[in-house]
């Protein structure tokens, strides 16, 4: 059982930063365990492709790494990094859309999206479910499905998701309801499934054992792709 002094002896996020900054060679490799999970799930549901999120989640790192030394804070840590990461994925979305295959390609790239732990063990009426659902949230724009990702699926607050967006709340309120809009005659003759898969329907479902693989830390940072996530 952890003890008040043992709570007090635990650096804070903000302090492992601070760390970081001054040199500490293992501060940030400790963030990034705390985190990166997270960060993984956001990424993998938004750009629905294991390879592309495992990329953005490094360029996102990698970008952090590299600005912790502008960190104000004026958001937690935990903020900050998210929204590094969101405009990670965002700059691969738009890049990705500028060079996408067909549309059976795509959609089948976000067979995963959902809940891909358990993927290859769903039954095959309930894939393929996931896989219209999923081809659906991927018709949306960029802005509009990062929203709804972090509200909907993830479980944020809408006041959460805007700091992590960098945007006024209700502009994640206004995307949220246009992007369901969207999804909703995309996804309406699977309003009879009783089992509340819809993505847009408001079900939290944070997804923190899906495990990211390894990133780098302040040891292995030079080994990482370059960065794209905008600090």
């Not at 089992?195 to 990211?212: D, E, F, I, K, L």
């Amino acid at each position: 059982m952890s003890t008040d002094s043992d709570k007090a002896s635990t650096p804070t996020d903000a302090d492992l930063l601070a760390l970081h900054v001054k040199g500490d060679p293992d501060a940030f490799g400790e963030l990034v365990r705390r985190h990166r999970d997270r960060l993984w799930a956001v990424a993998l549901r938004t750009l629905g492709d294991r390879e592309e999120a495992a990329d953005a989640v490094q360029d996102a790192l990698v970008s952090a790494y590299r600005a912790a030394h502008s960190f104000r804070g004026q958001s937690a840590v935990t903020t900050w990094l998210h929204r590094i990461t969101v405009n990670a994925c965002l700059d691969r979305a738009r890049k990705a859309a500028s060079r996408r295959t067909s549309p059976v390609a795509e959609t089948e790239r976000l067979e995963q999206l959902l809940e891909p732990e358990e993927s290859a063990a769903l039954p095959a009426e309930r894939q393929d479910l996931h896989r219209e659902l999923l081809g659906a949230l991927r018709t949306l724009p960029e802005e509009q499905r990062a929203a709804l990702v972090l509200v909907d699926m993830q479980g944020y607050s809408v006041a959460e998701a805007a700091e992590i967006l960098d945007v006024p709340t209700g502009t994640v309120k206004s995307r949220c309801s246009r992007g369901r809009a969207r999804l909703l005659p995309l996804v309406t003759h699977l309003r009879g499934d009783d089992r509340g898969s819809n993505p847009a329907s408001g079900g939290r479902n944070r997804a923190q054992g899906t495990s990211v693989p390894p990133t780098a830390g302040p040891k292995g940072t030079g080994a990482v792709k370059g960065g794209g996530g905008r600090a």
